[in-house]
């Protein structure tokens, strides 16, 4: 019998153009990665079932676009978010150092002043590498979230990064609604399966 869903949670993918915002939601939702992904025009969105802990969930999740012109369409997606990933390219210096602002538009935007942060560094894939794992774990030690890196090319660390972020959001009391009072919510230890996939200000 399939699990009964206990909550919705709205999921956020925010961060500069080109750091693989949509390939990450893509290789996330449907396993696959377009080597030619366009960029994304306003706002996608989609959805996925996911269980941790033993409880399962759905995802609402919304990419939005990382241009400049498209940013007044994107204040109203950041109401009611329970989760926000934070996209940068470990090969671009320069969307690393944007993460100031977007957490920033964030915590201006956001509605539920608890919502679970977590900094995602994407393309470990690529050899150029111009942000080290320690200034990015740095980075989200300071501003306490979570902190993990992935590759859409190569699906290193995506379930990962989801799973973890919802695992944080299920033990944040009074961050989300269940469907039903009764239902168990796991306390075991939760072990990262990539990165420092931990809530980096404790560790």
């Not at 961060?15 to 390939?23: A, D, F, N, R």
């Not at 671009?92 to 201006?108: I, V």
Request: glycine residues 6%; negative net charge; aromatic residues 8%.
């Amino acid at each position: 019998m399939a699990e009964d869903v206990i909550t919705t949670l709205k999921i956020l993918i925010i961060g500069e153009s080109g750091v693989g915002k949509s390939s990450l939601l893509l290789r996330f939702t449907e396993d696959n990665f377009d080597p030619e992904q366009t960029l994304t025009i306003g706002v996608d969105f989609k959805t996925k079932k996911l269980t941790v802990d033993g409880n399962a969930v759905k995802l609402a999740i919304w990419d939005t676009a990382g241009q400049e012109r498209f940013r007044t369409l994107t204040p109203s997606y950041y109401r009611d978010a329970q989760g926000a990933i934070l996209v940068f390219d470990i090969s671009s210096y320069s969307t690393f150092a944007k993460l100031e602002t977007w957490l920033n538009e964030l915590d201006t935007y956001s509605t539920k002043k608890n919502i679970v942060k977590m900094i995602v560094g994407n393309k470990i894939d690529m050899e150029n590498r111009e942000v080290t794992r320690e200034q990015a774990m740095a980075f989200a030690r300071r501003h306490q979230t979570l902190y993990i890196e992935a590759s859409a090319k190569t699906k290193h660390g995506v379930q990962a990064a989801f799973e973890e972020l919802v695992h944080k959001i299920i033990q944040t009391p009074g961050l989300w609604e269940s469907y039903n009072d009764n239902i168990h919510v796991g306390n075991k230890d939760h072990a990262p399966q990539s990165g420092c996939a931990s809530y980096c200000s404790l560790t």
